[in-house]
């Protein structure tokens, strides 16, 4: 699976405006619903089982990254998108360091095998310097659907 069959550009936030783990979920979901991607009534509750989730157990996996993720009844398809730090957001990170790139990725109940071939695309991508890299240097929607879809064509980046 590749990150344009899944992953929402128009829903990237190049710079968020939120400071902490929770707003900066809200800001991400609330994205992607006026991308039209999630159904507004639904946001709520996902969002608020995506913070239930984080404090369960953290999705930051340290270098500055966090893939808050959860499947939910709400949503039809994959669907991901991201947001950037330059601050960095406590994350409650695996190595307590901030986090500075935010993949918000939302599955449906019903379709494990996409979630993990989505989750697998993303991990794969985050654990090469260079694209950790790049990311950080983003600084608009075209800058990441441009990284995002070179990393589709070459899986080094």
């Known amino acids: 699976m590749k990150f344009k069959d899944f992953f929402c ?19 991400l979901v609330s994205s992607l619903e006026k991308c039209g991607k999630l159904p507004k009534e ?15 157990a953290s999705t930051g996996l340290g270098r500055g990254v966090a893939i808050p993720h959860v499947k939910h009844k709400a949503v ?3 669907i991901a998108t991201i947001g950037l730090s330059d601050e960095g957001i406590d994350f409650f990170a695996l190595d ?10 939302l599955s449906p109940l019903d379709d494990p095998d996409k979630h993990l071939q989505a989750m697998e695309n ?12 790049f990311l950080r240097q983003c ?12 990393a ?5 980046l």
């Not at 128009?10 to 809200?26: H, M, N, P, T, Y």
């Not at 639904?42 to 369960?56: D, F, G, L, P, V």
């Open 9 to 27: 550009f128009k829903a990237a936030i190049a710079q968020l405006q939120s400071g902490k783990r929770d707003e900066a979920v809200e800001e």
């Open 139 to 150: 600084r608009s929607q075209d800058q990441i659907k441009d990284l995002f879809m070179e």
């Open 96 to 105: 307590k360091m901030p986090v500075h790139s935010i993949i918000l990725m």
């Open 152 to 156: 589709d064509e070459d899986p080094s």
């Open 42 to 56: 639904s946001s709520k509750s996902i969002i608020k089982a995506i913070i239930k989730r984080e404090n369960e």
């Open 76 to 78: 039809d398809e994959i």
């Open 122 to 133: 993303i991990f794969k991508h985050l654990q090469i310097e260079k694209f950790r890299k």
